[in-house]
């Protein structure tokens, strides 16, 4: 049925090829007649080739001043910039949102299936994060931003009931689904590229890590943890406003490597002998990178992290889990992962990567739409 549904599908913004995209990307795999909608759109050709060369239907957000490189400073025009798009003319709305794009407006013949990577982070729980990180805990700039965010929440509350059914990213954020719109979530887990990545056993004597240098990510607890293992090397790939900081925190044995191409990453990833993630994500692609390589994780057990790692102690066991976000705690896990690695092998962690395939992912949403729109159709063909 899925390849004659009229489909649109709805994006928050599309600037760059990370997860979100990626989930946009196997929708229109799924549903290749589909219209395409976002809030912007500013993907270079070579990231559109992965939409199918398909261009957004945009909003006025699209055309004001410095949108291509400022368009998150217009987040407070976001939710009536997306209930401008116009998407009448399709059976089925399937958005794609840790913003804006779930307030979509659609009527009462139409199916809305959202697949939510968070509710908007920084105007619930991590509401007071995101003030200290951008300096606005205090003074008029921070009441405004108060403001703003309340004002967005209000907004993001009340759309949620213009969404027929949720799709959650991972356990994890379905249950932050139930206590921020007080809905039920189903949950199937992102689509990762484990096939891209190939099993290398045999280990070299370093560790690894890669994000983007935000604050969240804590990259700087890892960097700073190694320093005071100076035995132990860490190679590290990534780059952003806390680059400054993470290199104040590194000693001999880190190496900085700054920005690099996947082929860089996927190689270092490959052949270390353990990837650490100090970051509490919503589900978290690269820790199964990682393990699709045969490299276990050492990680912060919280958030999708739980849901994506075996730990150590079960069966088949692919990382280990630190409790706390402190240097302290990542040290010590570091030590306990050297003194019982022997249990956590290549095959294992490959195999568990394995449960998060683009194929798996592409053929559960397939069958998900299908079956909510036969229900659809048959609740809407009753006349009372």
Partial sequence: MSRNLNVGIVADWLVSYAG????????IDVFPDSELYSVVDFLSSSSREFF???????TFIQNLPFARKKYQSYLPLMPVAIEQLDVSS???ILSSSHAVSKGVLTGPDQLHISYVHSPIRYAWDLQHQY???SGLSSGVKGMLARFLLHKIRLWDYRTANGVDHFIANSHFIARRIKKVYGREADVIYPPVDVERFSLVSQKDDYYFTASRMVPYKRMDLIVEAFSHMPDKKLVVIGDGSEMRKVKSKASSNVEILGYQ???VMQEYMQNAKAFVFAAEEDFGITPVEAQACGTPVIAYGKGGALETIRPYGVENATGYFFKEQTV???VGAVLFFENNSDSLTPDA???NALRFSSSRFKKEI???????YSLFKEKKSVVY
Avoid: P, W
């Fill in 20 to 27: 979100a995209e990626k989930v946009i990307s196997e929708f």
């Fill in 52 to 58: 199918n060369n398909k261009k957004a239907k945009t």
């Fill in 90 to 92: 399709h059976d089925v």
């Fill in 131 to 133: 003030l200290r990180e």
């Fill in 261 to 263: 191409s996947n082929a």
């Fill in 328 to 330: 302290e705690s990542i």
């Fill in 349 to 351: 962690c490959r195999n």
């Fill in 366 to 372: 397939e069958q998900y739409v299908d079956n909510k």
